[in-house]
């Protein structure tokens, strides 16, 4: 039988608890799980967070899960799936707001890699709303994030966010 392997994508900037939960729920459905980290600055602003940073945060997270790795990445998603040799992208789904542009992304995937499918886990309700740039803001205006990110990404984020309002 082969394997199966996921890949999870996103900028995980940084991780929260609401990616782990998706990522520990893929890694019970499938053999493998490799999380993607975007490792490009294609979107609008620079990450808060440098590439091994994030990378850290998120092998620090999901260090109990023996199946799950994560690796930066450059390309297309489709094209990185190809890579490790998944057929399946998962995702997660939160309010209506990311059913919109997921549709949008999965009919242009579908133009590049008809081979490639992607699953998409619902958010559970206590993650519904929880987003990384959610808990930026939250801890820009010192909020408390510590039910929502793992401490280390407390931590710095606590640090960084305060080094920035100095600068
Ligand atoms: P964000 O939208 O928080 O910036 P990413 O771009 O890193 O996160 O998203 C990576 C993946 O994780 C996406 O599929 C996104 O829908 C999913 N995700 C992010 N936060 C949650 C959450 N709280 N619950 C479920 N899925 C989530």
Same mark, same amino acid.
């Not at 808060?48 to 940073?53: A, G, R």
């Given at each position: 039988?082969?394997?199966?392997?996921?890949?999870?994508?996103?900028?995980?900037?940084?991780?929260?608890? @609401?990616?782990?939960? %998706?990522?520990?729920?893929?890694? !019970? *459905?499938? =053999?493998?799980?490799?999380?993607?980290?975007? +490792?490009?600055?294609?979107?609008?602003?620079?990450?808060?967070?440098?590439?091994?940073?994030?990378?850290?945060?998120?092998?620090?997270?999901?260090?109990?899960?023996?199946?799950?790795?994560?690796?930066?990445?450059?390309?297309?998603?489709?094209?990185?799936?190809?890579?490790? @040799?998944?057929?399946? %992208?998962?995702?997660?789904?939160? !309010? *209506?707001? =990311?059913?919109?542009?997921?549709?949008?992304? +999965?009919?242009?995937?579908?133009?590049?890699?008809?081979?490639?499918?992607?699953?998409?886990?619902?958010?559970?309700?206590?993650?519904?709303?929880?987003?990384?740039?959610?808990?930026?803001?939250?801890?820009?205006?010192?909020?408390?994030?510590?039910?929502?990110?793992?401490?280390?990404?407390?931590?710095?984020?606590?640090?960084?966010? !305060?080094?920035?309002?100095?600068?």
């Amino acid at each position: 039988m082969s394997n199966s392997i996921a890949v999870c994508p996103g900028s995980y900037d940084p991780i929260t608890y @609401g990616h782990v939960d %998706i990522i520990s729920r893929a890694a !019970a *459905i499938f =053999d493998e799980v490799v999380i993607a980290v975007v +490792n490009v600055s294609t979107r609008k602003s620079r990450p808060l967070f440098e590439i091994d940073e994030r990378l850290a945060f998120i092998n620090e997270a999901t260090g109990d899960l023996g199946n799950v790795r994560a690796e930066p990445f450059d390309i297309l998603v489709v094209d990185f799936a190809r890579k490790v @040799g998944a057929r399946t %992208i998962v995702k997660g789904l939160r !309010a *209506i707001s =990311d059913f919109e542009y997921e549709l949008e992304m +999965n009919q242009l995937n579908r133009t590049q890699a008809s081979d490639i499918d992607t699953l998409y886990l619902m958010a559970s309700p206590q993650y519904s709303f929880l987003s990384s740039s959610g808990v930026k803001e939250l801890a820009t205006f010192n909020g408390s994030i510590d039910r929502l990110v793992p401490p280390a990404v407390a931590g710095r984020l606590k640090e960084e966010l !305060a080094r920035q309002r100095t600068e």
